[in-house]
């Protein structure tokens, strides 16, 4: 069964941390570029980074650059999602994906093959 299965979610205060992973299943990981997509209440769902399968590169979006650090472990074909000095504004569902894609299109949803069902992640004191 081909699956992605995000953990690590929770409620955390303004400035903490947490660390979310993404477990796959049934298919080849090390082939698919990675990404991470958020979709906070009312809004759309926005990616917010990606890794290439090929030579690791990394992408952030503006929002959370500096602050958030993406990895992966092919050998456990899992990805990762080190957030830290969460803020408020970070509070969402949080996804991860998977996709043979154009890295220009890496934005859109639509371009991927494989969704987690989402881990919530509450920023708030």
């Known amino acids: 069964q081909l699956q992605l299965v995000e953990s690590g979610g929770g409620l955390v205060q303004p400035g903490g941390s947490l660390r979310l992973s993404c477990a796959a299943s049934?298919?080849?990981?090390?082939?698919?570029?990675i990404a991470w997509f958020r979709q906070a209440p009312g809004k759309e769902r926005v990616g917010i980074s990606y890794m290439t399968s090929t030579d690791d590169y990394t992408y952030y979006a503006d929002s959370v650059k500096g602050r958030f650090t993406i990895s992966r472990d092919n050998a456990k074909n899992t990805a990762y999602l080190q957030m830290n000095s969460l803020k408020s504004e970070d509070t969402a569902v949080y996804y991860c994906?998977?996709?043979?894609?154009?890295?220009?299109?890496?934005?859109?949803?639509?371009?991927?093959?494989?969704w987690g069902q989402g881990t919530q992640v509450t920023v708030s004191s």
């Open positions: 049934g298919f080849t990981f090390d082939y698919y570029t």
């Open positions: 994906t998977a996709g043979r894609i154009k890295l220009d299109g890496w934005r859109y949803p639509d371009e991927y093959d494989y």
